[in-house]
């Protein structure tokens, strides 16, 4: 996977407005991104209508020439995200540009547009300053990736918290990855099967995890040292750990499997959340120590990304409180699309 796109040609033409793909304005459909962006300048439903079947260089060119709205320029960017984002829910651009992964997307160009994207020409390079609106086409595009980016549950397939997490987040519309391994018993429908190599990869970290929990890595022993591994990997992608059971008193670590995902997420610095189901109550490892928190901060619930792990002999205080975890991110994505349906509203009466 590229770490930086910065030509929006080729195989990557798909992220460029030219690209034929029909959104909507206002009622009326649009070739590309571009067609309609250039519609929107202007308030006139006739002029408008010249932008519906030209080219879109052809409508880039008209839409100098139209008398510009008296709200265009602090409307601009927000009908931009909002064509991006029709174009980007159509399910074969929305799988495209979900591949571009975590890449760092960049309109690269020659035309001298260092505010949309980033010129490449000698003369741009060696005079224009970087400024904090430069390349807004690939801002917003990463915007909407992440935005269309579905929530995934980063689990181990395990009896008790495992499934727990699994269950609730498939009900829910989340993705579950769940971890394993060939030879791995598990119930779990959303297996990713990690390859030999790709579990030795983690030997090192789960030897770090060691000393942090302060555990022995079971290198001698291949088959319990397959769990741990398996246990590294739900951290490596999440943006924020859950974790249920009872903490060790001498380590102030959890007890189990999970300490070693726990750990992996300390070292990381990942967020780690932690639902003590003896003592019922929630702790967040706040640099070198838990601190006691009355439930995770919203903030925590606006990742797509998540672990969740726990004890397999878990209670009902347990049980409740993924429902809980699960409880938030419902709240969060609702709120957000109220707040999308509110901002459309606003526009639509302005």
Not at 128 to 133: E, V, Y
Not at 135 to 150: C, D, M, Q
Not at 321 to 340: H, L, M, P, W
Request: net charge positive; with cysteine; hydrophobic share 35%.
């Amino acid at each position: 996977m590229k770490e930086t796109i910065d030509s929006f040609r080729d195989e990557y033409a798909f992220l460029s407005n030219f690209y034929y793909a029909e959104v909507e304005l206002d009622g009326v459909k649009y070739p590309t991104v571009e067609n309609a962006f250039q519609a929107a300048k202007t308030n006139d439903s006739e002029a408008r209508k010249a932008f519906e079947t030209v080219p879109p260089n052809e409508a880039k060119k008209l839409g100098q020439q139209v008398n510009l709205s008296k709200f265009w320029n602090s409307q601009r960017v927000d009908v931009m995200k909002d064509l991006l984002k029709q174009k980007f829910n159509i399910p074969k651009f929305k799988e495209k540009l979900l591949a571009t992964g975590s890449a760092y997307l960049i309109e690269g160009n020659w035309w001298h547009d260092n505010s949309w994207g980033i010129c490449n020409c000698d003369n741009c390079k060696s005079t224009t300053t970087p400024r904090s609106n430069s390349n807004l086409l690939g801002r917003l595009l990463t915007e909407v990736r992440y935005e269309i980016k579905p929530i995934t549950c980063h689990t181990g397939g395990a009896k008790g918290s495992d499934m727990l997490f699994e269950t609730l987040s498939v009900d829910n519309g989340f993705n579950v990855t769940a971890y394993s391994f060939d030879g791995h018993s598990t119930k779990s429908t959303n297996r990713k099967l990690l390859t030999q190599e790709e579990l030795d990869s983690v030997t090192d970290k789960v030897t770090q995890v060691g000393f942090l929990i302060r555990r022995n890595a079971p290198l001698s022993r291949p088959q319990i040292l397959q769990y741990l591994q398996r246990d590294i990997y739900q951290v490596l992608d999440s943006e924020v750990v859950f974790a249920i059971g009872t903490l060790e008193d001498k380590t102030q670590m959890p007890y189990g499997g999970t300490a070693w995902a726990v750990g992996m997420a300390v070292i990381n610095r990942t967020p780690v959340w932690f639902f003590d189901q003896e003592k019922k109550q929630w702790l967040f490892y706040d640099e070198q120590k838990w601190v006691h928190e009355p439930f995770p901060h919203n903030r925590y619930f606006k990742v797509k990304d998540f672990t969740g792990i726990g004890t397999r002999e878990i209670n009902d205080t347990g049980k409740q409180a993924i429902q809980d975890i699960i409880e938030g991110f419902k709240i969060i994505r609702s709120n957000y699309v109220t707040k999308k349906l509110q901002r459309s509203y606003k526009r639509q009466t302005n």
